[in-house]
């Protein structure tokens, strides 16, 4: 009996004679505990003593760590270079995340009188390219009379000396030798620090099914960027011709396709996914053929959201209707398939049109997905913003916007910077003044815009 008393007395303090109690482990020890749980778990944690409870509420360490492993270090490394230490404050606003910033760069384009810009297209490609200090890569894409475009453009982005605000500098890369003809619908992604580009339509509705491979060339001394593009080899085998698919990495050796417009007009609905040998040399192209599958479309979007799932949304289908339904590619073992993604009512809004296509799908902080733009069945163009995280809440949230006031736009396109907080968005279809001459109000744009996450 007089054991079972002992016993009861040190267990009482959270400790027995094989352990520690909490209170006697180090600062550090515990941090190193509460970084590995979820943030459910470590506010549970918290309570169970005044020192837990003490390092969860005021240990800027501890939610420094925690930002960075929900939301990525980069994230970490921008709050830092604008003096925002209060990490606990930041990981709050990053999870209830309920707005956006826009801001016009075109107002800020650091031209001389003989400089230009790229002229407004739409079903182009936009990447930002990490490793050249934040610059934006634009190529092809369509504009006025249905003409294709083959012009490459850098957008080297900066802040103004006395203040944060950018700058744009747009400069043409010349045209090299070897390099993709013109088209517009095509894609272009960043895989590891090369970009990948597949299929388009040129302008007498050609389709394309080449694959070409580009690595960057950075001029130390200028900090400049060039472009060599290489056809890549892939075999006898490649997916059929097709233009407005939907295109996204999986990882640095990994590309997905889905959909499409093929030949003679036809929407598709076949998944392929290239395979990249560890030196980049050649590829080989493989066709998923699991079920279920998404139905035929154009128009829609692939969104990388981890290593082993990518997102689809939207687009248009074989009546010419406008879709909302999600689905996953679920790429971890074989055989790789796609997963419908289901909601509950709840978290599905009310009164409110989700289906759309020519949109954009960026992700952005913390594995959630960015939606902006597109148009409905009745070809309404939009500019609202959406949030869709189907990592934790399986939830649409639409988000507020400050600031610069975008036009209605689709087909345009977006891209991220690495911190997964900054969106550029560069040109698409606007709604214009209809004049009397005129078939539609129609338009192609070519403002570029940054929006920022309001946390």
Same mark, same amino acid.
């Given at each position: 009996?007089?054991?079972?008393?002992?016993?009861?007395?040190?267990?009482?303090?959270?400790?027995?004679?094989?352990?520690?109690?909490?209170?006697?482990?180090?600062?550090?020890?515990?941090?190193?505990?509460?970084?590995?749980?979820?943030?459910?778990?470590?506010?549970?944690?918290?309570?169970?003593?005044?020192?837990?409870?003490?390092?969860?509420?005021?240990?800027?360490?501890?939610?420094?760590?925690?930002?960075?492993?929900?939301?990525?270090?980069?994230?970490?490394?921008?709050?830092?270079?604008?003096?925002?230490?209060?990490?606990?404050?930041?990981?709050?606003?990053?999870?209830?995340?309920?707005?956006?910033?826009?801001?016009?760069?075109?107002?800020?384009?650091?031209?001389?009188?003989?400089?230009?810009?790229?002229?407004?297209?739409?079903? *182009?490609?936009?990447?930002?390219?990490?490793?050249?200090?934040?610059?934006?890569?634009?190529?092809?894409?369509?504009?006025?009379?249905?003409?294709?475009?083959?012009?490459?453009?850098?957008?080297?982005?900066?802040?103004?000396?006395?203040?944060?605000?950018?700058?744009?500098?747009?400069?043409?890369?010349?045209?090299?030798?070897?390099?993709?003809?013109?088209?517009?619908?095509?894609?272009?992604?960043?895989?590891?620090?090369?970009?990948?580009?597949?299929?388009?339509?040129?302008?007498?509705?050609?389709?394309?099914?080449?694959?070409?491979?580009?690595?960057?060339?950075?001029?130390?001394?200028?900090?400049?960027?060039?472009?060599?593009?290489?056809?890549?080899?892939?075999?006898?085998?490649?997916?059929?011709?097709?233009?407005?698919?939907?295109?996204?990495?999986?990882?640095?050796?990994?590309?997905?396709?889905?959909?499409?417009?093929?030949?003679?007009?036809?929407?598709?609905?076949?998944?392929?996914?290239?395979?990249?040998?560890?030196?980049?040399?050649?590829?080989?192209?493989?066709?998923?053929?699991?079920?279920?599958?998404?139905?035929?479309?154009?128009?829609?979007?692939?969104?990388?959201?981890?290593?082993?799932?990518?997102?689809?949304?939207?687009?248009?289908?074989?009546?010419?209707?406008?879709?909302?339904?999600?689905?996953?590619?679920?790429?971890?073992?074989?055989?790789?398939?796609?997963?419908?993604?289901?909601?509950?009512?709840?978290?599905?809004?009310?009164?409110?049109?989700?289906?759309?296509?020519?949109?954009?799908?960026?992700?952005?902080?913390?594995?959630?997905?960015?939606?902006?733009?597109?148009?409905?069945?009745?070809?309404?163009?939009?500019?609202?913003?959406?949030?869709?995280?189907?990592?934790?809440?399986?939830?649409?949230?639409?988000?507020?916007?400050?600031?610069?006031?975008?036009?209605?736009?689709?087909? *345009?396109?977006?891209?991220?910077?690495?911190?997964?907080?900054?969106?550029?968005?560069?040109?698409?279809?606007?709604?214009?003044?209809?004049?009397?001459?005129?078939?539609?109000?129609?338009?192609?744009?070519?403002?570029?815009?940054?929006?920022?996450?309001?946390?």
């Amino acid at each position: 009996m007089a054991e079972d008393d002992d016993h009861g007395s040190r267990s009482s303090k959270g400790g027995d004679e094989n352990g520690w109690s909490i209170t006697e482990m180090s600062e550090d020890q515990v941090l190193s505990i509460l970084v590995l749980l979820p943030l459910e778990s470590i506010l549970c944690f918290g309570m169970s003593c005044k020192k837990t409870l003490t390092l969860t509420r005021s240990s800027q360490t501890l939610w420094k760590s925690i930002c960075a492993r929900d939301y990525g270090h980069s994230i970490v490394r921008d709050r830092e270079r604008h003096r925002d230490r209060d990490w606990k404050r930041l990981y709050q606003r990053l999870r209830n995340l309920d707005g956006v910033s826009c801001f016009n760069l075109n107002l800020n384009l650091n031209m001389t009188p003989t400089d230009a810009a790229p002229i407004p297209r739409a079903s *182009h490609s936009l990447n930002f390219l990490p490793s050249s200090s934040g610059s934006l890569l634009l190529f092809g894409g369509g504009c006025e009379g249905g003409r294709h475009l083959d012009d490459t453009w850098i957008a080297y982005i900066g802040t103004t000396a006395t203040t944060s605000s950018r700058v744009v500098n747009w400069q043409r890369l010349s045209s090299p030798t070897t390099a993709p003809s013109g088209r517009f619908g095509h894609s272009c992604i960043l895989i590891g620090t090369s970009l990948v580009l597949f299929g388009g339509i040129n302008d007498t509705g050609i389709r394309q099914n080449d694959t070409w491979i580009a690595h960057q060339v950075i001029n130390t001394t200028t900090t400049t960027t060039t472009l060599s593009w290489r056809l890549l080899d892939v075999g006898p085998l490649a997916p059929p011709p097709r233009g407005a698919h939907a295109c996204s990495s999986i990882d640095d050796r990994r590309m997905l396709i889905h959909g499409g417009i093929g030949l003679s007009g036809t929407r598709l609905g076949d998944t392929w996914l290239l395979c990249l040998s560890d030196n980049l040399c050649f590829g080989t192209w493989h066709q998923t053929l699991t079920h279920p599958v998404p139905s035929p479309r154009s128009g829609h979007t692939l969104t990388s959201i981890g290593p082993n799932r990518t997102l689809l949304f939207g687009g248009r289908g074989l009546g010419y209707e406008v879709l909302n339904d999600v689905w996953y590619f679920d790429s971890s073992l074989p055989p790789f398939g796609w997963v419908p993604v289901l909601f509950e009512p709840r978290n599905i809004p009310g009164g409110l049109s989700l289906a759309r296509v020519g949109h954009s799908a960026t992700l952005i902080s913390g594995g959630r997905v960015l939606i902006y733009g597109g148009e409905d069945s009745y070809r309404h163009r939009k500019d609202d913003f959406w949030l869709l995280d189907i990592t934790r809440r399986r939830l649409w949230t639409r988000l507020k916007c400050e600031g610069y006031k975008p036009k209605s736009r689709s087909f *345009h396109r977006a891209s991220a910077d690495e911190s997964g907080c900054y969106l550029y968005v560069f040109g698409g279809m606007v709604d214009g003044i209809l004049q009397p001459a005129e078939p539609t109000g129609l338009r192609f744009d070519g403002e570029l815009f940054v929006v920022e996450l309001l946390a």
